[in-house]
C-alpha cells in the first residue's frame, strides 16, 4: 500500500516536474533515471571491496551525482541514487530488518544539514519497506577528509571512528554508504556492529571506486 502511494505521487510530481537525469539534470523520461548520454557511461563496479554490494564503477554521471549528493545542498538526488540501489540490490535470504546508514559526525551534520547516506538509505528503504535506524552506530570521532589519503592513512584515520549503540534488532542489518574505496569505512562499521553483538551484517554502496580521490 505504502509502496503504491509512493510510485502514485512520483507519477503526479512527473506531471508538474520533467524527471531530470541524475548525472547532468537534463530532462528526460519519468521512466527513467539516466539520460540516454549519462546511460551509456554507467558501469558496473569492476573490483567491490569483500562484503560490499555496489551498483556502479565510481565514473563519469555517478561520481558527477554523488559528488552533488554530497557537496550542492542536493538531498533529494542522494534518495534518487538511494532507490536507484534498492532497486538493483540482489535479494538477502532472509532479508535485512533495517538499513543503518554511515554517520556523519554531529559536526559534519550541523555544517551539510544533512546525512546523504541516511537520505541514500531512505530511498532503499523505500523500495523494500524498510525501515532506516539512526540510533544504531554513531560516529564518536571526527576523521580527517579522505581523499587523497593512501590506503594505510584512511585505516588510521578511521580506526576508532564508529560505535553501535542501543539495542540491536535481531537479523541482517544493512550499512549503506555512498561510495566506497577500500571498503574501511563500511568493514569498520560492520565490526562495530558485530563488537555490539548484531547477527548478520551487509553493506551497500551505490558506487565503488579504484582510485584514491573519490570523494
Ligand atoms: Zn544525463
Known sequence: MRAQLVSLLSALADLVAPARCLGCAAPHPPDQRWCGACALSLAPPSKPPAEVFALYEHLGPVARAIRRAKYDNAPELAHALGRALGAAMPPF???????????????????????????????????????????????????????????????????????????????????????????????????????????????????????????
Open 93 to 215: 535470504a532472509p532479508g535485512p530488518v533495517c538499513l543503518v546508514p554511515v554517520p556523519l559526525h554531529p559536526q559534519r551534520l550541523r555544517e551539510r544539514g544533512y546525512n546523504q547516506a541516511a537520505e541514500i538509505a531512505r530511498g532503499v528503504a523505500e523500495m523494500h519497506n524498510l525501515t532506516v535506524r539512526h540510533d544504531l552506530l554513531l560516529r564518536v570521532r571526527a576523521t580527517r577528509p579522505q581523499a587523497q589519503a593512501d590506503r594505510a592513512l584512511r585505516q588510521r584515520n578511521l580506526e576508532g571512528a564508529f560505535a553501535a549503540a542501543g539495542s540491536l534488532p535481531r537479523g541482517l542489518l544493512l550499512v549503506v554508504d555512498d561510495v566506497t574505496t577500500t571498503g574501511s569505512t563500511l568493514r569498520l562499521c560492520r565490526e562495530a556492529l558485530r563488537a555490539a553483538g548484531a547477527e548478520r551484517v551487509a553493506s551497500a554502496a551505490v558506487s565503488s571506486s579504484t582510485r584514491r580521490s573519490a570523494c
